[in-house]
């Protein structure tokens, strides 16, 4: 996986207050713009409640030597499509991921994330994307 990829992405968790405390949630997120990572809604709070209901604790992303706090944006959300924007309290010094519309029929991506399965070391994850 290239260095540039693996930076961007980073591991989510919303732990409570205490510094014993275990994590509530986790999962992966990933750097869009300096200061904002998108994931999915339901890492963070629970996505059938209308509207979002963000779970009690401090959301923290791990990226690769580096730490930070995060926010729920405000409105900028979906539950029914089960995506967020996280902001962070600076922009980080790490190039975040481009966006794009595959012209293809059909991509093929590669990402790195951090689920139940695997959730202490992550994995590489791969797959396709149809346009239809």
Known sequence: MKRQLRDAICRINVKPAGADAKSLSRGTG????????????????????????PYPGAIQHDFPGRKSAAVIEAN????????????????????????????????????FGFPDANPRDGMVQTGSVENF
């Open 76 to 111: 900028c959300w979906d539950g029914k499509d089960d995506w967020v924007l996280l902001r962070c309290p600076a922009p980080l010094p790490i190039a975040p991921l481009a966006l794009s519309t595959p012209q293809e029929a059909v991509a093929d991506w590669l990402t």
């Open 30 to 53: 990933f750097l869009v713009a300096p200061d904002l990572v998108l994931t999915a809604l339901h890492v963070v709070a629970d996505r059938k409640s209308d509207p979002p209901t």
